[in-house]
């Protein structure tokens, strides 16, 4: 797993590019400007790993644009000991990402190629992410209330089982929209009642329809 300098000067002019964009919190930029995305991808993007782009990872998933993750990571408001749902492991950089802002990070992944992958990855850097294989659409319930959930696939529409276990007053970060999607913010102020604020159009593979009653194995 090299880091070498090359990788450490694309990635800093990666973060002074996404603090160009907008992206205010010097914690999250912080954590960017330290994490190695190229180890989260394929070697031949070895030298574009630092470009504000999406790449394959494979089973037709992408890795988010930098810009992406560091909205996203932003929004979420993470807090020292912050307990956080992940729908959509990936390739497990936005993740990482998290967990390097001191986040205790619960991930479910679809594919199951990618999460054996993805797992196998993460425990290289002797991750304490709790990977687990199974249905988004479901979330992780026995594990919740969480403070912040975070969704990196797009949902036409909320999910259902999402929100009642987001703790109340947490955050969630999630692409809605079809065929389109808006980066929204929704903050669970009471059991009824919700604060959504929208933070620009996006663009994420889509989450795939639910399959109730998927096995689940963790990690």
Known sequence: MEDSFRHKGLRHKMVENLRALGIASEEVLKVMDEVPRHLFLDSVFDTQAYLDKAFSIGEDQTISHPSTVALQSTLLEIFPGAKVLEVGTGSGYQAYVLEKLKAEVYSVERQKNLFLKTKALLAGFRSRIRC???????????????DRIIVTCGAATLPPNLLPQLKIGGIMVIPLGSPKQIMTKIVRKTETEVEVSRHGDCHFVPMLPDRIGEKRHGA
């Open 132 to 146: 687990f294989y199974g249905d988004g659409y479901q979330g992780l319930p026995e594990y919740a209330p969480y």
